[in-house]
């Protein structure tokens, strides 16, 4: 297993400093440890323990979602090699992506 690799994305600035869109990168450490890089005219660097809780801090309730970047090379669950690469991921490691409604607008965080 090797570190993963996401973006968080943010839809709505609840806190008008960070904007919209990719707002952050990050690493997922093979330990679970995250490694959290701000973009924007202030940018920073942070280590945190885990995901859920970069994103109980700066997920404001679904505004700001993970996108995993490395799903492709990811180890495949046996008998999903027809599903798109973040379902694969969802089901190998139980992480969550970003969800959305059916009309692709964001829905509650389920962290």
């Excluded at 904007?19 to 440890?33: L, R, Y």
């Excluded at 959290?36 to 970069?54: E, K």
């Amino acid at each position: 297993m090797k570190p993963q690799t996401f973006e968080l994305v943010r839809y709505t600035d609840i806190s008008g400093v960070s904007g919209t869109g990719v707002v952050a990168e990050g690493c997922v450490f093979t330990d679970g440890s995250v490694a959290l890089r701000w973009h924007g005219a202030n940018p920073s660097t942070a280590v945190w323990p885990d995901l859920d809780s970069i994103l109980a801090v700066h997920g404001h309730c679904g505004a700001t979602v993970v996108r995993w970047l490395d799903v492709s090379e990811m180890e495949p669950v046996p008998g999903t090699d027809l599903l798109p690469g973040e379902l694969t991921h969802i089901l190998a490691t139980g992480r969550r992506t970003h969800s959305t409604t059916h009309n692709g607008t964001p829905a509650a965080a389920s962290a």
